[in-house]
């Protein structure tokens, strides 16, 4: 449903609200389907927070935002979805590694696009996010 919505209803995302309306149904659907993963984002997102300089916002297409230095590192939708953006360079070699997905719309740019699934997933999310977090930092 996500995909589809994505590529063929794209235009409702200037539709006042329309993106925060269909993340919170994603994440309803979690907590029917999948409950634990939330519980997995709530983690991600308080070990984000004990880093210097991290915040957490309301992404503007809905989900949580992970920022640091002002700037988007990433963000999570509602299903599990971790968009990270990373150099072109750092991209091209995360995708050698079949852990990570082209981005579901920016194809030619540094996002990356990331399913958490598992608990495993999780840690590797946490290590995505802690690679952005530094290569912004430093």
Known sequence: MFDFVVR??????????????????LKMRQML?????LDWIDELEAEFLSWDGASTSLHRYGGLQFNTAGKELGHFHSNGLLDMC???KMKSELLVSGRVKDHHIFKK???ISFYIRGVEDKAYALELLRMAYLRRML
Do not use: C, I, N, R
Not at 11 to 25: I, N, S, T, Y
Not at 33 to 37: D, F, H, L, R, T
């Open 8 to 25: 063929y209803l794209v235009w409702l995302k200037h539709l006042p609200l329309a993106a925060q309306v269909f993340d919170v149904m």
């Open 33 to 37: 389907a999948q409950p634990e993963m």
């Open 86 to 88: 990373f150099s072109k």
């Open 109 to 111: 740019t540094g996002w």
